[in-house]
């Protein structure tokens, strides 16, 4: 399976935002650009996956993880229960095509 420049490019992008979020900003304060840079990991992996047309729960799944990320990004009340939702759905996602791999592999 080849991947197109594009995705590489973002892959790489996300990458490095793992990197940077976890050698400069993990035990910095809640701030935007923290919540973005912790976010741009997962939402690379998302957007590749929809730009190389793979299967919609799967960028959906990675979409929500990426929201969960934002959301606990925050260290504000509203933010724990959205981000704990987005997590449950984007685990429901994950859980399905599990499932559906497992039983399509039986027959």
């Known amino acids: 399976m080849a991947l197109s420049a ?9 990458a490095a935002a793992a990197l940077l979020y ?3 900003y993990l035990n910095h ?5 923290r919540a973005l840079i912790k976010t741009a990991a997962v939402a690379s992996l998302a957007f590749a996956t929809g730009f190389e047309q793979r299967p919609n ?15 606990l990004a925050f260290d504000k009340k509203w933010s ?5 939702f987005s997590f449950l759905l984007a685990q429901l996602l994950y859980f399905l095509m599990f499932f559906g791999l497992w039983i399509a592999a039986d027959h």
């Open 6 to 14: 594009i995705s590489w490019a973002v892959l790489v992008l996300g």
């Open 22 to 24: 976890g050698f400069r």
């Open 29 to 33: 304060p809640p701030s935007w650009m």
């Open 57 to 71: 729960p799967l960028a959906l799944a990675l979409v929500l993880s990426a929201l969960g990320d934002f959301f």
């Open 80 to 84: 724990l229960p959205l981000g704990l």
